[in-house]
């Protein structure tokens, strides 16, 4: 079952993204930021049981379900005719990531969310939680608070 | 002196058209050698009477000619053919190019520099469904919401016009549509809050004539409280004031959605142009309590003036994204042993409507799909469906997620148009199986911005044949289904039916199909590089009958269902869905002509 799933995921990724490919390849050029994004120890998100998680990434999720992101990026973040967030997010510095979500990247066909009040409450929760499914600790789908 | 002169001829000469005689489209469209309109004729046929390709002999045609169109998105629309030349159109960028028919040279080409940031705003896919021809101009309806008239034998631009605004998500994807002297065009955005219209243009000058919105003031619906007609209580009514703003919650009407990118259709006789309007704003129905007129609506409007006869709502109050735009085919129909000028509207609810064209009465709503199951049918009496409440996100409100409704908000078709067979008198039909989850939520607009408010995920009718489509003829004067061939993909290729019985459409996976209209069973197929979600058409040329398709996957059936099966395949077991496709097929984007091998030509090509 799960693996049919995956195959089909694939196959929209390779199929339908030709046009973006460029995309992923300067996302590799980002500077690797994993490290930068917890310091102090402060944790970037938190996650129970893969699928409940603090406010601000909740905020974050809802933000994501919002602005219709799986359009192009797809349903569990892996990529259509956007690139692969669980991927991308690998490799994404916040600064480069906060930057794309405000200016677009038009000729690509992402566009800026600059305008969205939404986004500019919630764009770290966002990164958060794209954060949070690139490392594979939050699940795809449906999210609730922690109790 | 002789300016003067000059000017009153004109004038004689445009009134002279408008009134009776036919015009250069209407000459053109009369010789089956040409298919000088999207659908062949006014009244959305697709039928062509060339009969040389037929039952016995369509196993032996083969392919006699192709073309990249140089675009790896998705293909919908086709080409058209007027004497010895083809236009070809394709997806964004929209390109156009004009084909000797002779040698397959380029005449001339069209390729618009259009702004890029239009691409994000666009809802499923870069489609565009194609070009229009009349009055010796192409008619190219750009995604940037900009309306070109070309002058068919150079390519030169003669006019331009603009009738929307990308910056708040309008863009179109439908093909402009000629009626007599007037250029008819819509908008789409549905899922950015946009507010649909209908625009009529005069072909001479690009000159606005009228504009009709969906959903607002009388004065801008181009809506006659007294004298627009609608179903009610088993007769026809006057629709009443301010329909369009006392259907709906505060201002919300003008985040209404009812777009417009389907296919129109025209009946020159009533002088009445026939379309559909989509989905309301936003997809989370508690949003916009009312019944959100008049989205989801057939309109009959008077070419002239705009001013809709009468109206109709499949879908009162949506909560599926059950968009209304199909095509209308005009058809002249016996029901219960009475003579009636139809409109056949497959619905993307799964309702196949007929109506009298000319009223606006109800005549047949019933089911296209046996496994439907929102509504359990139509009221005749109300018009309204009878919604089932366990498949009603309305109904559970906002963050409940509604399992297994059928059809999936692609509908049971789409805006993949069927076909009339004029000898059986059946539709020919391709038609999506697929049934979906939905789960609406709050959402705010902001301007240029998706607009959406629900999550959903799509997969195979459960407990069927495990395909995602049918095949179906319909006969709509009883509402009832006469064959119905299982495919394994959405059929999203429009279809045409000939005078030499067959009838022939494309699949997902590549296939162009021939099946017999009197039984749907297959006579010939071939497959083509990519999948096909564009419209078969036909000619003639030098004598010989050509079939032809576009080959490109993509649409709302190669963009959005691949990435919402996903969660939806988990307890569904092995069917047969669109993983499969990745077996047969990826993007593409060329043109295939088909016809009977020409032994003489074969031999002269052997002796050369």
Not at chain 2, 232 to 258: C, E, F, R, V, Y
Not at chain 2, 282 to 289: E, F, L
Not at chain 2, 494 to 517: N, P, R, W
């Given at each position: 079952m799960k693996h049919s799933t995956q195959r089909v995921m694939k196959w929209s990724t390779v199929v339908l993204s030709l046009s973006i490919a460029a995309v992923c390849v300067s996302a590799s050029d980002a500077p690797a930021a994993g490290a930068n994004d917890s310091r102090a120890g402060e944790a970037?998100?938190?996650?129970?049981?893969?699928?409940?998680?603090?406010?601000k990434t909740l905020k974050g999720w809802k933000t994501w379900r919002a602005l219709a992101c799986e359009r192009c990026h797809g349903a569990e973040q892996e990529g259509m005719v956007g690139p692969s967030l669980v991927e991308s997010l690998k490799k994404l510095s916040k600064e480069d990531f906060?930057?794309?979500?405000?200016?677009?990247?038009?000729?690509?066909?992402?566009?800026?969310?600059?305008?969205?009040?939404?986004?500019?409450?919630?764009?770290?929760?966002?990164y958060a939680y794209l954060k949070g499914r690139s490392d594979g600790k939050i699940q795809p789908g449906r999210l609730q608070p922690i109790p | 002196m002789k300016r003067q002169h000059c000017w009153v001829l004109l004038v004689a000469a445009t009134s002279t058209v408008t009134v009776a005689s036919a015009t250069d489209l209407e000459m053109a469209m009369s010789k089956s050698s040409n298919w000088a309109a999207q659908a062949g004729d006014y009244?959305?046929?697709?039928?062509?009477?060339?009969?040389?390709?037929?039952?016995?002999?369509?196993?032996?045609?083969?392919?006699?000619?192709?073309?990249?169109?140089?675009?790896?998105?998705g293909h919908e629309g086709s080409p058209?053919?007027?004497?010895?030349?083809?236009?070809?159109?394709?997806?964004?960028?929209?390109?156009?190019?004009?084909?000797?028919?002779?040698?397959?040279?380029y005449k001339w080409k069209y390729e618009p520099k259009q702004d890029a940031s239009v691409v994000p705003v666009m809802c499923c896919d870069t489609v565009n469904r194609g070009l229009a021809y009349g009055d010796g101009k192409i008619l190219l309806q750009q995604a940037d919401t900009t309306l070109v008239a070309l002058d068919m034998n150079s390519g030169k631009v003669l006019w331009s016009a603009k009738n929307g605004n990308p910056k708040i998500g309008e863009t179109n994807t439908n093909a402009?549509?000629?009626?007599?002297?007037?250029?008819?065009?819509?908008?789409?955005?549905?899922?950015?809050?946009?507010?649909?219209?209908?625009?009529?243009?005069?072909?001479?000058?690009?000159?606005?004539?009228?504009?009709?919105?969906?959903?607002?003031?009388?004065?801008?619906?181009?809506?006659?409280?007294?004298?627009?007609?609608?179903?009610?209580?088993?007769?026809?009514?006057?629709?009443?004031?301010?329909?369009?703003?006392?259907?709906?919650?505060?201002?919300?009407?003008?985040?209404?959605?009812?777009?417009?990118?389907?296919?129109?259709?025209y009946d020159p006789k009533l002088n009445l142009v026939y379309y559909g309007t989509g989905n309301?704003?936003?997809?989370?129905?508690?949003?916009?309590?009312?019944?959100?007129?008049?989205?989801?609506?057939?309109?009959?409007?008077?070419?002239?003036?705009?001013?809709?006869?009468?109206?109709?709502?499949?879908?009162?109050?949506?909560?599926?994204?059950?968009?209304?735009?199909?095509?209308?085919?005009?058809?002249?129909?016996?029901?219960?042993?009475?003579?009636?000028?139809?409109?056949?509207?497959?619905d993307r609810n799964g309702f196949g409507y007929t109506l009298n064209r000319e009223t606006g009465e109800l005549l047949v709503a019933e089911k296209y799909d046996p496994t439907v199951n929102w509504a359990t049918k139509v009221d005749m009496k109300t018009g309204r469906p009878v919604v089932d409440k366990k498949y009603s996100p309305g109904t559970t409100g906002p963050d409940v997620n509604v399992k297994d409704i059928c059809p999936a908000a692609l509908g049971s078709k789409d805006q993949q148009p069927a076909s009339y067979d004029r000898k059986s008198g059946l539709i020919m039909v391709?038609?999506?199986?697929?049934?979906?989850?939905?789960?609406?939520?709050?959402?705010?607009?902001?301007?240029?911005?998706?607009?959406?408010?629900?999550?959903?995920?799509m997969y195979p009718t459960p407990g069927s044949h495990g395909g995602m489509g049918n095949f179906i003829a319909w006969d709509a004067a009883t509402g009832k289904i006469a064959w119905s061939k299982p495919e394994r993909f959405s059929?999203?290729?429009?279809?045409?039916?000939?005078?030499?019985?067959?009838?022939?459409?494309?699949?997902?996976?590549?296939?162009?199909?021939?099946?017999?209209?009197?039984d749907g069973k297959e006579l010939w197929k071939f497959k083509t590089p990519s999948g096909i979600i564009g419209n078969v058409f036909t000619y003639e040329y030098g004598g010989k009958q050509y079939v032809g398709t576009y080959s490109g996957i993509g649409g709302w059936a190669g963009i959005g269902m691949a990435a919402g099966l996903t969660e939806a395949t988990e307890g569904l077991g092995a069917v047969g869905g669109y993983k499969d496709l990745a077996k047969y097929t990826t993007l593409g984007g060329s043109l295939f002509v088909f016809g009977l091998p020409d032994t003489t030509s074969t031999a002269t090509t052997a002796l050369q």
């Open positions: 970037l998100y938190q996650v129970q049981e893969g699928n409940k998680v603090d406010e906060h930057n794309i979500m405000m200016n677009g990247r038009p000729e690509k066909g992402m566009p800026p969310f600059n305008t969205s009040a939404m986004v500019n409450e919630n764009w770290e929760g966002l | 009244a959305n046929h697709r039928y062509s009477e060339l009969k040389q390709i037929n039952a016995g002999n369509v196993g032996k045609i083969q392919v006699a000619w192709t073309m990249s169109t140089g675009v790896l998105r058209l053919v007027i004497g010895d030349t083809m236009y070809i159109h394709t997806p964004f960028p929209n390109n156009v190019y004009a084909i000797n028919l002779k040698d397959q040279s402009p549509h000629v009626f007599k002297d007037v250029v008819v065009t819509g908008i789409s955005g549905g899922e950015f809050g946009v507010r649909g219209r209908l625009i009529a243009y005069d072909i001479k000058s690009g000159k606005k004539l009228w504009q009709a919105y969906s959903t607002g003031p009388d004065k801008e619906m181009l809506v006659d409280p007294a004298k627009t007609m609608t179903w009610t209580n088993g007769k026809m009514a006057p629709i009443g004031a301010d329909t369009g703003i006392k259907s709906w919650k505060g201002d919300q009407w003008k985040l209404g959605g009812g777009t417009t990118w389907g296919w129109y259709a309301p704003g936003t997809w989370n129905p508690a949003q916009r309590p009312g019944d959100n007129k008049w989205s989801m609506t057939l309109f009959a409007r008077d070419l002239n003036t705009g001013m809709a006869k009468w109206a109709y709502q499949m879908t009162p109050h949506d909560e599926w994204d059950y968009d209304g735009v199909n095509e209308n085919l005009l058809v002249d129909l016996t029901i219960k042993g009475k003579k009636v000028p139809a409109v056949v509207h497959f391709p038609t999506n199986h697929v049934c979906m989850t939905y789960e609406p939520f709050q959402v705010e607009y902001t301007a240029g911005q998706p607009y959406v408010g629900a999550t959903l995920t059929v999203w290729s429009g279809a045409l039916t000939t005078a030499g019985d067959i009838v022939f459409y494309g699949t997902l996976e590549g296939y162009i199909k021939a099946v017999s209209t009197k």
